[in-house]
T-cell receptor, first 113, second 111 residues
C-alpha cells in the first residue's frame, strides 16, 4: 500500500460525456502526476501539478484538464469522451519531485462505450 | 516513440530461476527507475539508479546502468510465483520534468 488512493475504481461512460477522476496523495507529497495506461502499454504522461499549478503536460488535448488542492487531493477531468479514452488512469505523488520515486495509486479503470 | 523500451516483451521462467530484462533509452538521463505492476493495478517503485551509478541492489533485485550504451538491466534472482508481474523502466531525462515509461516486460514465474 502506497497511501495514495483513487476513486472510483471502475467507471463506464458513454462517448461524448464528461468524467472526473479523483486522487488523494500521501501527506507531505507536494507533486502529483497523472498517467493514462492503455491495455498492454506503459503509462503515458498526461500532466503534473506542483503547489496547485500545472507544471508540465504530455501530448494530450485540452479536453484533459486537472486540479490540485491544498489538502493533497487532485482531479483529472476529461470532456467529450472518446472511445480511445478507455484506459487505466493512474495518479502518482512524490516528495522528491517529478523525477524522483513516485508513489502510485491503484488506478481508475475507465470504459467508454 | 517512447524514451525507454524493455526487452524481452514477455518472459516465462521456472520458480527459483533468475529473470533478466533490459531497458534501452534514447537521450541522456538524470536517473532510471524500475517499477512493478501486478494485474493492471498501480505501479510499485523498485529501484532508482542515478546516472553516475553503475549498479544497485535491493534484496533479490540487481540493477545495472550503462550510460555509454544507454541501457539498463534488471535481474531478479531466485524468482518466486509472487514475482509474476509486468516490469517497467522509467527514465528521468535531462532538462525534462517528468518520467517516461517503456511498454514493459511481462514476467510469468511457473511453480
Amino acid at each position: 500500500e502506497t497511501g495514495v488512493t483513487q476513486s472510483p475504481t471502475h467507471l463506464i461512460k458513454t462517448r461524448g460525456q464528461q468524467v472526473t477522476l479523483r486522487c488523494s496523495s500521501q501527506s507531505g507529497h507536494n507533486t502529483v502526476s497523472w498517467y493514462q495506461q492503455a491495455l498492454g502499454q506503459g503509462p503515458q504522461f498526461i500532466f503534473q501539478y506542483y503547489r496547485e499549478e500545472e507544471n508540465g503536460r504530455g501530448n494530450f488535448p485540452p479536453r484533459f484538464s486537472g486540479l490540485q488542492f491544498p489538502n493533497y487531493s487532485s482531479e483529472l477531468n476529461v470532456n467529450a469522451l472518446e472511445l480511445d479514452d478507455s484506459a487505466l488512469y493512474l495518479c502518482a505523488s512524490s516528495m522528491t519531485g517529478f523525477q524522483g520515486e513516485q508513489y502510485f495509486g491503484p488506478g481508475t479503470r475507465l470504459t467508454v462505450t | 516513440s517512447q524514451q525507454g523500451e524493455e526487452d524481452p516483451q514477455a518472459l516465462s521462467i521456472q520458480e527459483g530461476e533468475n529473470a533478466t530484462m533490459n531497458c534501452s533509452y534514447k537521450t541522456s538521463i538524470n536517473n532510471l527507475q524500475w517499477y512493478r505492476q501486478n494485474s493492471g493495478r498501480g505501479l510499485v517503485h523498485l529501484i532508482l539508479i542515478r546516472s553516475n551509478e553503475r549498479e544497485k541492489h535491493s534484496g533479490r533485485l540487481r540493477v545495472t546502468l550503462d550510460t555509454s550504451k544507454k541501457s539498463s538491466s534488471l535481474l531478479i534472482t531466485a524468482s518466486r510465483a509472487a514475482d509474476t508481474a509486468s516490469y517497467f523502466c522509467a527514465t528521468a531525462v535531462l532538462n525534462d520534468y517528468k518520467l517516461s515509461f517503456g511498454a514493459g516486460t511481462t514476467v510469468t514465474v511457473r511453480a
